[in-house]
């Protein structure tokens, strides 16, 4: 059976989220953040539930802001379709989860004409922070003397990651990291020289993402300087756990370094323009 979850269902989700946290910390961070009726905030989540009579078995998610995620270990192509038609009417900008999943479900929405700005399977890793060995590097939070160089770095990562939305969406996400808990900055002679953010946060597990060195500082290791930093920090806040996914070959050699562990495959699919989906094929 899938049912749309409730109030009274979240403690019962987040208990089943948690036991896939590594790919499922989109999922997992809205729930704790927002529950499960918020219909304003981009994050809102309507969660829909897959249930036998031993409980929870996956779990399918739709953000006010038009992004899907799933955990559905089980999923067949049948029940993709069963999600699919739920969808009938939903604005859909994109979808992340475990590769095979959102392959299926992707496969049962009428997609045919899609335009992908990203639509590709990268590596997920896991590290356990209390194996972060000492880390000699500083980083700091962003100032408003920094956002000047955030533009023009978050512009740069947006297009190297086909991720660039157009308008001024680099300026707005530097005004955002000033101040931010989420961003840091490696700090090398007084110069800031990398960055680094957490996307999600669930039950003392970050998700780490937006790893940028500018092109002309890269080669001597700062990407990996700047992310142990910022775990050696989180470690120091409670954290227990780091999830990420790569989307190179030269950032997992990276994180692989660093000590986290492959664990499996994460699809991210973004589409080029926004599609109100129809009745599936």
């Known amino acids: 059976m899938i049912?749309?979850?409730?109030?009274?269902?979240?403690?019962?989700?987040?208990a089943f989220l948690e036991a896939h946290i590594d790919s499922s910390m989109f999922l997992?961070?809205?729930l704790d953040a927002l529950g499960t009726q918020e219909t304003e905030h981009p994050y809102g989540t309507s969660f829909f539930l897959q249930e036998t009579g031993d409980g929870i078995i996956g779990v399918f998610g739709a953000t006010?802001?038009?992004?899907?995620?799933c955990q559905?270990?089980?999923?067949?192509?049948?029940?993709?379709?069963?999600?699919?038609?739920?969808?009938?009417?939903?604005?859909?900008?994109?979808?992340?989860g475990p590769s095979e999943q959102v392959a299926l479900i992707l496969d049962a929405l009428p997609l045919r004409d899609a335009?992908?700005?990203?639509?590709?399977?990268?590596?997920?890793?896991?590290?356990?922070?209390?194996?972060?060995?000492?880390?000699?590097?500083?980083?700091?939070?962003?100032?408003?003397?920094?956002?000047?160089t955030l533009t023009a770095w978050f512009d740069a990562y947006m297009t190297e990651t086909n991720t660039k939305p157009g308008g001024d969406a680099a300026a707005r996400r530097a005004d955002a990291a000033i101040g931010s808990d989420r961003l840091r900055l490696l700090v090398e002679d007084g110069q800031i020289t990398a960055m680094t953010s957490v996307n999600a946060v669930a039950r003392g597990v970050a998700q780490v993402g937006g790893v940028f060195v500018p092109s002309d500082l890269r080669g001597k290791g700062r990407g990996g300087r700047v992310i142990a930093a910022h775990l050696a920090e989180?470690?120091?806040?409670g954290f227990h756990k780091a999830t990420l996914f790569a989307n190179s070959d030269a950032a997992a050699r990276a994180y692989e370094r660093i000590g986290f562990c492959h664990v499996g495959r994460y699809r991210v699919a973004l589409l080029q323009d926004p599609i109100t989906l129809a009745n599936p094929a």
């Open 3 to 14: 049912r749309k979850a409730g109030p009274q269902d979240a403690d019962a989700l987040a």
């Open 28 to 30: 997992l961070g809205n």
């Open 64 to 69: 006010n802001s038009g992004l899907l995620a």
């Open 72 to 96: 559905i270990p089980r999923l067949t192509a049948l029940e993709a379709q069963t999600y699919a038609h739920l969808l009938k009417g939903y604005t859909l900008r994109g979808m992340t």
């Open 115 to 148: 335009v992908w700005q990203v639509n590709q399977d990268e590596p997920l890793y896991t590290f356990a922070l209390d194996e972060l060995g000492a880390v000699d590097a500083e980083i700091r939070t962003p100032a408003p003397d920094d956002r000047d």
């Open 234 to 237: 989180l470690k120091a806040r």
